[in-house]
């Protein structure tokens, strides 16, 4: 099941830089767009979000950008921060008409390492 | 802030053994769901449960799993017969009913179940 993917396995940063992670789709039908960190032994922390009828969303440090025609979405952390230093997961769903009850397809998960 | 809670964080267990897995979730959240992680591999959906009954399962969900939510706050995934290949991190997920079209899921840290 190859919907959700994350090209890349992980990522450096120095600290202060900007951490852009990106993910892209192949199904054509999902309409909500989350990012999730996830820290070892803990689960998954929902992060931002982005419903299909948008092409950005902010909060505070974290933008999450959505392009449809190219079936991708990419999470900006601005600065970054030691503390950012976790696994990535981008995740979907599809709305189906409003008869799905929101079953989220997972990327593969980008580790992100901010360094001091 | 309220959250989802897992117990037990780690489970050992005998091939073809039952198990279960507990989880509390969000006291006013409506929708339930359980995710696992194969070591290495990405989060996949198994089933969500909604007005006590399942929704949707995908096909790992097969006759040896079933959920229940016994009263009105536990919700829990048994294995009727464990197998070796049913080690991974089980993690249980809930919502509330859907608001301006967001789906956003919040997690518990999870259930290492570890199968011998």
């Known amino acids: 099941d190859q919907q959700v993917k994350q090209n890349s396995p992980s990522l450096s940063v120095q600290e202060g830089r900007i951490s852009i992670l990106n993910c892209d789709y192949t199904n054509s039908m999902f309409d909500y767009f989350l990012w999730y960190k996830k820290y070892p032994a803990e689960g998954p922390t929902f992060l931002i979000s982005?419903?299909?009828?948008?092409d950005k969303n902010e909060d505070g440090r974290f933008t999450v950008f959505l392009n449809k025609s190219a079936k991708h979405l990419s999470l900006h952390i601005v600065p970054s921060q030691p503390g950012d230093s976790a696994v990535y997961f981008c995740?979907?769903?599809?709305?189906?008409?409003?008869?799905?009850?929101?079953?989220?397809?997972f990327g593969q998960g980008t580790i992100l390492t901010v360094h001091p | 802030e309220p959250e989802v809670t897992q117990t037990p964080s780690h489970q050992v267990t005998q091939m073809g053994q039952e198990v279960i897995l507990r989880c509390v979730p969000i006291s006013n959240h409506l929708y339930f769901y359980w995710y696992r992680q194969i070591l290495g591999q990405k989060v996949e959906f198994l089933v969500s449960?909604?007005?006590?009954?399942?929704?949707?399962k995908s096909e790992i969900f097969d006759d040896q799993f079933s959920v229940e939510r016994p009263d009105g706050s536990n919700f829990t995934l048994k294995i009727r017969s464990t197998k070796l290949e049913d080690s991974a991190m089980y993690f249980c997920?809930?919502?509330?009913?859907?608001?301006?079209?967001?789906?956003?899921?919040?997690f518990g840290a999870g259930t290492r179940l570890s199968v011998l």
């Open positions: 982005i419903s299909s009828i948008k």
């Open positions: 995740a979907a769903s599809a709305d189906a008409g409003g008869t799905s009850y929101g079953k989220l397809t």
């Open positions: 449960f909604y007005n006590n009954e399942i929704s949707e």
């Open positions: 997920a809930s919502r509330t009913r859907k608001a301006l079209g967001k789906n956003i899921q919040y």
